[in-house]
């Protein structure tokens, strides 16, 4: 197996006739977090949903842990470890947050609870003061934690994560990152997309800049530091 959790080459991939990603080469090696940059509309939520099968690649590949999957059902991507944290939370707002948690784990929640309580405390107190609550009266940031929760139940390999932190106070934010801190020790790779470059680069390997469609950089968060590409690309952003 090589040392790459996940390898995209020349992904082409879009909605009906527009293609928005025009040959994407990315890599995560794996065990390395890697953080997706790039302006609004650069194609990173798109690029994602294609790694995740969400949309189809119109061309190019997708290797994960080895095995091509770009033809593969989203199901059987997931069910392979990759997990997406999707922007805008996916949980289910009538549902309570332990129905959400066992629409994941595909019966009783007890187990389930106590998994995260051990391994990620922050999140897992706050949700199991909240189980018979209905998700959709949770504050943002309790909701994003339900929705990274759920996607760690699952014990992924690599993890997707689109915005977490857009919207949610500090505080909180601390919280969802020390959760991911957490699973890049337990040995899963990441690709994460973050507004918040300063968090982003706090916890990269490598940063990965899209600008419309296509990478326009690839390099150490040091090395973006040493040079003008935010202002090239994520312009007031950084
Ligand atoms: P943002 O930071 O604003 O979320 P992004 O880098 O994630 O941006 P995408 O959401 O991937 O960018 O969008 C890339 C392009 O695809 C944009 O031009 C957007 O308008 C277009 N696009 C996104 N979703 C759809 C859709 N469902 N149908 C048609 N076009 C879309």
């Known amino acids: 197996m090589s040392g790459f959790a ?49 949309i189809d690649a119109t061309a190019g590949t997708i290797a994960f842990a080895g095995s091509t999957i770009e ?32 629409v994941q784990v595909g019966g009783p929640v007890d187990d389930a609870v106590e998994r995260l309580r051990a391994r990620f405390p922050q999140i897992g107190e706050r949700l199991a003061d909240r189980l018979g609550q209905p998700a959709g009266t949770l504050s943002g940031g309790e909701q994003q934690m339900l929705a990274l929760a759920r996607g760690l139940l699952t014990d992924p390999t690599l993890v997707l994560a689109d915005e977490l932190s857009v919207g949610l106070a500090p505080v909180v934010v601390d919280s969802i990152f020390d959760a991911l801190a957490t699973v890049r020790e337990q040995g899963a790779s990441m690709l994460i997309v973050e507004q918040y470059v300063e968090r982003a680069l706090a916890i990269a390997d490598y940063v990965v800049i899209l ?28």
């Open 6 to 54: 996940l390898e995209v080459t020349g992904l082409r991939a879009g909605y009906g006739r527009s293609e928005v990603l025009h040959g994407v080469d990315l890599r995560v090696p794996s065990g390395a977090v890697v953080a997706l940059l790039g302006a609004n509309g650069a194609g990173k939520t798109t690029l994602l949903s294609t790694i995740a099968g969400l």
């Open 71 to 102: 033809r593969r059902p989203a199901y059987e991507r997931a069910r392979a470890g990759i997990c997406l944290i999707p922007e805008g939370r996916g949980i289910f707002r009538e549902l309570t947050v332990a129905e959400n948690l066992a």
């Open 211 to 238: 600008h419309k469609g296509r990478v326009a950089f690839v390099g150490e968060p040091a090395q973006c530091l040493a040079s003008d590409v935010f202002d090239r690309y994520l312009g007031s952003a950084a």
